[in-house]
């Protein structure tokens, strides 16, 4: 039988300032990426996304970012390979302790925004996540977009790893994501969601934005949860990938 982890960006709000409807997507996916204070999120609201994941049997993950609230994070920042390591570290830790502390604990981490796109073309900060990652221990899985530098820096190391793919992102020729200042960046349209969604997992490929297939290997499933229809496109992609006889499951 075919599996595939279906994981979410969540926790994405900060103070009064709320962000996605995390307790409705809890239902739909299998892991969770919590933002941990960086691009967006902070300690209450770290705790209480954790708690949800821990009420839905949901894989907790560290979503650590660039240290960029105005920006959300996506925007590109010029920092070494040391800076990079502790930042992404320091982030792990914090969620650590609030999953450990609410009786859980941390399952993958997966970098946010501008920090996983720079990754995941250059190695250096690749190494540096990767060593992040298994500098904080617990056996935890680094998640890196499919084919990218990031997943060649865990294999290296020996990391654990799961490869990345989006149902709701056009992807380019190189197997990189169409930039989000490109029009046709996001997939709006719940079918084309699925349709994606189902190609990447049961025929590991996907049609780019030029229309070339590029394959891919796609261990997990990525919907964004900041999106005017992401609850929507959760159940419409639970269901679909259920029908379709796929095992949803996150990677043990």
Known sequence: MLTIDLNCDMGEGFGPWPMGKDAALMQHITSANIACGFHAGDPLIMQKTVGLALAHGV????????????????????????????????????????????????????????????????????????????????????????????????????????????ADRRYERDGSLTPRSHPEALLEDVAAVVAQALELVREQRVRCRTGEWVALRAETLCLHGDGPQAEAFAQALFQGLQQAGIEITYKK
Do not use: W
Not at 91 to 117: C, D, E, F, S
């Open 59 to 166: 894989a907790i993950g560290a979503h650590p970012g660039y240290p960029d609230l105005q920006g959300f994070g996506r925007r590109q920042m010029q920092l070494t390979p040391a800076e990079v390591y502790a930042q992404v570290l320091y982030q792990i830790g914090a969620l650590q302790a609030i999953a450990q502390a609410a009786g859980g604990r941390l399952h993958h981490v997966k970098p946010h925004g501008a920090l996983y796109n720079t990754a995941a073309k250059d190695r250096a900060l690749a190494d540096a996540i990767a060593r992040a990652v298994q500098a904080a221990g617990g056996d935890l899985i680094l998640y890196g977009l499919s084919g990218s530098a990031l997943i060649e820096a865990a294999q290296v190391i020996g990391l654990r790893h799961c490869s990345e793919v989006f």
